[in-house]
Nanobody, 122 residues
Framework: QVQLVESGGGLVQAGGSLRLSCAAS????????MGWYRQAPGKQRELVAVITSGGSTDYADSLKGRFTISRDNAKNTVYLQMNSLKPEDTAVYYCNAPEVLARGGERYLGVWGQGTLVTVSS
């Protein structure tokens, strides 16, 4: 069995920083891409950032320069460093892995974490 668990969310003032973590657990052989999404109340879930096992990254247009995604392949963990936070960044942040290959040969598609809430006060 494979699961993703996010951590690091909380309440922060505008201009502050947070670092989110997402750890994949289980008998994992490989994970190609991992990413972060977010969803604010009443809005669609949107892509924040994606990183491949090789270190290639992509970001939402409005977040470039403020957010940084990174990854520790040995720990199967992805991070999101969020700086200069704004009230509009308030959302539930979800970790995602499109495809996870387990050591037993199982393939898990579209694996999501439960989410971690980030609240930015003005």
């Amino acid at each position: 069995q494979v699961q993703l668990v996010e951590s690091g969310g909380g309440l922060v003032q505008a201009g502050g920083s947070l670092r989110l973590s997402c750890a994949a657990s289980g008998s994992i052989f490989s994970i190609n891409a991992m990413g972060w999404y977010r969803q604010a109340p009443g809005k669609q879930r949107e892509l924040v950032a994606v990183i491949t096992s090789g270190g290639s990254t992509d970001y939402a247009d409005s977040l470039k320069g403020r957010f940084t995604i990174s990854r520790d392949n040995a720990k199967n963990t992805v991070y999101l460093q969020m700086n200069s936070l704004k009230p509009e960044d308030t959302a539930v942040y979800y970790c995602n892995a499109p495809e996870v290959l387990a050591r037993g040969g199982e393939r898990y598609l579209g694996v999501w974490g439960q989410g971690t809430l980030v609240t930015v006060s003005s």
